[in-house]
Nanobody, 121 residues
Framework: QVQVVESGGGLVQPGGSLRRSCAASGNNFTVYTMGWYRQAPGKQRELVAGITSGGSTNYADFVKGRFTISRDNTKNTVYLQMNSLKPEDTAVYSC???????????????WGQGTQVTVSS
C-alpha cells in the first residue's frame, strides 16, 4: 500500500503565499500522476493541479498564473507553490497519488490526510 503524506496548510492573508509538499512512499509501485484536489464547504471537490511522472502539468483555470506544481521523481514528491492567494481559495486541500502496483498490475489511488488552507484578513 502506498502512503501519502502532505505538509500542513494554515492561515494566510489575501495576496500571500504558501508552499506545500506531498510525498508518496511504499513498495512495488510506479507513480503516474500526483497533485492536489480541494473542497470547500458546500462545493464539490475540484482539481487544483496535477503533474505526471514525465512532467506534464494540468491546472484548474482558477489557479493558472498563480499556482505552480513541480516534482522530484527520485523522492516521489510534489510541490505546490501557491501565490496571490484569495479568500475563495479557502478549502481543504488533499494530495493524491495515482499509481500502478507493479506486483498486481492494477492502478490505485492514495490520498493524503488533507489540510485546511484559510485565506482571510
Amino acid at each position: 500500500q502506498v502512503q501519502v503524506v502532505e505538509s500542513g496548510g494554515g492561515l494566510v492573508q489575501p495576496g500571500g503565499s504558501l508552499r506545500r509538499s506531498c510525498a508518496a512512499s511504499g513498495n512495488n509501485f510506479t507513480v503516474y500522476t500526483m497533485g492536489w484536489y480541494r473542497q470547500a464547504p458546500g462545493k464539490q471537490r475540484e482539481l487544483v493541479a496535477g503533474i505526471t511522472s514525465g512532467g506534464s502539468t494540468n491546472y484548474a483555470d482558477f489557479v493558472k498564473g498563480r499556482f505552480t506544481i513541480s516534482r522530484d521523481n527520485t523522492k516521489n514528491t510534489v510541490y505546490l507553490q501557491m501565490n496571490s492567494l484569495k479568500p475563495e481559495d479557502t478549502a481543504v486541500y488533499s494530495c493524491y497519488c495515482n499509481y500502478l502496483s507493479t506486483r498486481l498490475g492494477i492502478r490505485y489511488d492514495s490520498w493524503g490526510q488533507g489540510t485546511q488552507v484559510t485565506v482571510s484578513s
